[in-house]
């Protein structure tokens, strides 16, 4: 089940004449899966690339094609409008340039004049060829746009071409935008995922760890408005990846970041190996029974914690996981959240949220969104009891 993150939010659409529009119709299904309300605004050049009968269909509200005498653009994006963000996308050199020139010739142009008039947020989604991104004139308006708050979403730059950004990026940018930032101006760090040991060059030890539950507490701080750094090997939108393989990896990639700058809170929803073998080169032949030695390997939160973190979020899985969960919270970690292996590498799970003050934690269930969410629930309420990080 997805997390109805923009439930009552109201975004208008605003869909320029680029190749790109032909993704709207995902772009606003994706969007209306998240819970809001989609209002679509066309320019005539986009009338060109795509039916304003799609964007009807997809959004269930009629396509505005033109303004009419029910000024629709303040209706939506004036002062005291019912819109609560503003999307250009896609957004072409064109447009953007009307944009920061202030000129209104197309329904789309108005609208983003109106809502930058008023204060709302504006996202644009640029869409153009990759040398156009280079014309001083265009770097100049990116410039300006940004300088007044506008917010950007790509491109991104594969094999030499400009593309415009993938959906989940542009929702997620969505969702920030308009949730408040309670987290704006803290740095969240996140080890996620499993760590994998070389056996040799062909085998690696590792466990059932898929990473999400890490990702997903990544990205409900980005959408809270943390900056993200996440530590795992995996990839994701809009945070820095740090990418590593082995607990030594991210171990030196922690303590590296730890010396650059100190985290306002730590997430540790890492499956971090706890033993390593010693690698021997080559591959071991088949066939014959092995022995494997395995050493120890030291706790990173250890570190973390000798390095001064104060909210620390660490996870403990095990069949009767509460012990060493309350080991951890006497240690002074901020918040333990427990879980059993069943949950290992699936895309739900049962958890329970244990802080200072309770015995048995607070039981929560589902997907790991929402698990997530109901985590960065807890661990914000713990920050307002506290004064914050």
């Not at 269930?60 to 029910?70: K, V």
């Not at 049962?350 to 629930?377: C, D, F, H, N």
Request: net charge positive; aromatic share 4%; glycine share 10%.
């Amino acid at each position: 089940m997805t997390v109805q993150t923009l439930a009552g939010k109201e975004i208008v659409i605003g869909v320029t004449g680029s190749i790109a529009a032909v993704e709207t119709v995902k772009l606003i299904h994706a969007l209306r899966r998240k819970g809001a309300g989609v209002q679509p605004v066309m320019s005539a050049a986009a009338l060109g690339i795509i039916h304003p009968d799609a964007l009807t269909y997809a959004s269930g509200r009629q396509t505005i094609t033109r303004l009419s005498g029910l000024v629709e653009h303040v209706t939506y994006c004036g002062d005291g409008g019912t819109t609560s963000l503003l999307l250009v996308a896609p957004c072409t050199a064109n447009t953007l340039g009307k944009i920061a020139c202030g000129i209104d010739d197309t329904p789309v142009t108005t609208f983003a004049t109106t809502a930058l008039g008023s204060g709302m947020p504006v996202l644009v989604v640029p869409a153009m060829h990759h040398s156009m991104y280079r014309h001083p004139a265009v770097v100049r308006n990116i410039k300006t746009l940004k300088s007044w708050g506008v917010g950007f979403a790509g491109p991104k730059v594969e094999e030499g071409k400009a593309k415009i950004a993938g959906i989940d990026e542009i929702v997620l940018r969505c969702e920030r935008a308009v949730l408040g930032s309670p987290l704006a101006g803290k740095k969240v760090l996140v080890t996620s995922g499993a760590c994998r040991e070389p056996v040799d060059d062909v085998r690696v030890l590792t466990t059932r760890s898929s990473g999400q539950m890490g990702q997903e507490l990544a990205l409900e701080a980005y959408r809270l408005g943390a900056d993200v750094t996440v530590v795992h090997n995996s990839f994701l939108p809009c945070v820095e990846n740090v990418p590593v393989e082995t607990a030594a990896d991210m171990r030196r990639a922690v303590n590296t970041y730890l010396k650059k700058r100190s985290p306002d809170l730590y997430i540790s929803a890492a499956a971090i190996s706890d033993f390593a073998p010693k690698k021997v080169e080559g591959k071991i032949k088949s066939g014959k029974p092995l022995a494997l030695a395995l050493s120890p390997l030291p706790k990173l939160i250890d570190s973390v914690l000798e390095h001064g973190v104060k909210q620390v979020v660490a996870f403990k899985i095990g069949r009767t996981p509460l012990p060493e969960a309350k080991a951890l919270l006497d240690r002074g970690v901020w918040i333990v959240v427990t879980n059993t292996p069943k949950s290992m590498g699936t895309a739900t799970g049962s958890y329970r949220i244990l802080t200072g003050k309770t015995k048995t934690g607070m039981p929560v269930s589902g997907t790991k969104e929402e698990i997530a969410a109901r985590i960065w629930q807890a661990t914000l309420s713990g920050m307002k009891k506290t004064g914050g990080p």
